[in-house]
């Protein structure tokens, strides 16, 4: 094995995907989540151990606790030391090499499954930056837009880890909420400290998350693209390309899509009116809102209501 990843090491610059090379396992959630179903685990590695190129069914925060390594993608290798912290998506491969007494914990979560919502979160351009943003560039900026906690940022977030691994270990009547409330503790820790962040990368993806949370924020009000381009304080062109490159569409899509997901939950509580609810969420017209909605849900806001509002 040790052999095979040196010749991998020594032929890394014509190497495009390990899969030419290994087989790579999809971890799955019944695997790996509590048989009662819970979308949360803590996994200490210490240290970490040889493991294989593989993906997941869920997401997971790595934090570097000690020791140092190489983090793979699939493309590419970044090295990793104590404090670097990321976020992996399901679909995305990866695992370590030439590793020197490397520690680390993965918190292992389903977000579609947490059985609470993730409150005020989504407003914190950390947030963003850090679950979404730095992921998607994580090739084009060589992992230098990574979060590196400092010393007693780490001490704080270990901290954070072990009130939600307690939770999950004694399992005790409200654990869930007690360990969702403790993830989103830590999420919002970890996207505090990157919105704090000093390199020139991370810097970047914190303007683009600035426009993002004010999106979020203020989906309610009239928010146009020249005000988004301000606040990140790009260029037109780099703002409109970086920003759809990450989120999968132009700014003024992902606020209407927001606004549409906004208004199917006031739709599912069935108290106010069509009108009401499109002027509540952002448009001025109703027509208008009844068209995007049907372009994004399949169905009028009405035949929604009528399939999702609660019996009486």
């Given at each position: 094995m ?27 959630k019944e ?6 179903g ?11 151990e040889?493991f294989g ?10 934090i570097?606790?000690g020791?140092h390594?190489v983090?793979i993608t ?14 992996i ?26 059985p ?11 947030y ?28 704080a ?5 072990d009130?939600l ?15 969702t ?5 830590l999420?919002?820790?970890?996207s ?12 970047s ?13 203020h ?8 005000e988004?381009i ?14 759809e ?20 939950l ?12 499109a002027?509540?969420?952002g ?6 809102f ?6 994004f849900m ?6 929604y209501?009528?399939?999702?509002a609660p019996?009486?």
């Open positions: 040790a052999v095979a990843f040196r010749l991998l090491e020594l032929y890394w610059p014509v190497r495009r995907h390990w899969s030419v090379f290994w087989p790579m396992q999809v971890l799955k695997d790996w989540f509590h048989k009662d819970f979308p949360i685990v803590v996994e200490r590695r210490d240290p970490q040889p190129l593989h993906s997941h069914e869920f997401s997971e925060i790595v570097i606790t020791g390594g983090h699939g493309e590419d290798s970044y090295e990793v030391t104590t404090g670097d912290t990321f976020v998506g399901g679909a995305r491969p990866h695992d370590y090499l030439n590793m020197d007494q490397l520690r680390l914990i993965n918190i292992l979560f389903d977000a579609d499954d947490l609470m919502g993730m409150g005020d979160l989504q407003s914190l351009p950390g963003h930056a850090l679950f979404t943003l730095e992921p998607a560039w994580r090739k084009r900026h060589m992992f230098s837009s990574r979060l590196q906690l400092s010393p007693l940022d780490l001490v977030a270990m901290r954070l880890v009130q691994d307690a939770e999950l270990t004694e399992r005790d009547p409200g654990f869930g909420v007690m360990a409330t403790a993830l989103l503790q999420a919002t820790f970890l505090r400290c990157y919105s704090k962040s000093r390199s020139p990368q991370s810097k993806l914190l303007r683009v998350a600035d426009a993002i949370s004010h999106i979020e924020r989906y309610a009000d009239p928010i146009t693209l020249d988004l301000d606040i990140s304080g790009m260029s037109r062109r780099n703002f409109l390309r970086t920003f490159s990450t989120m999968g569409c132009p700014p003024i899509k992902y606020l209407i899509q927001l606004r549409v997901r906004q208004a199917c006031m739709l599912q509580r069935g108290e106010r009116s069509v009108t009401d609810i002027l509540a969420v448009f001025s017209d109703s027509n208008y009844s068209r995007q909605f049907r372009v399949g169905v009028s806001p009405r035949e209501r009528n399939r999702n019996a009486s």
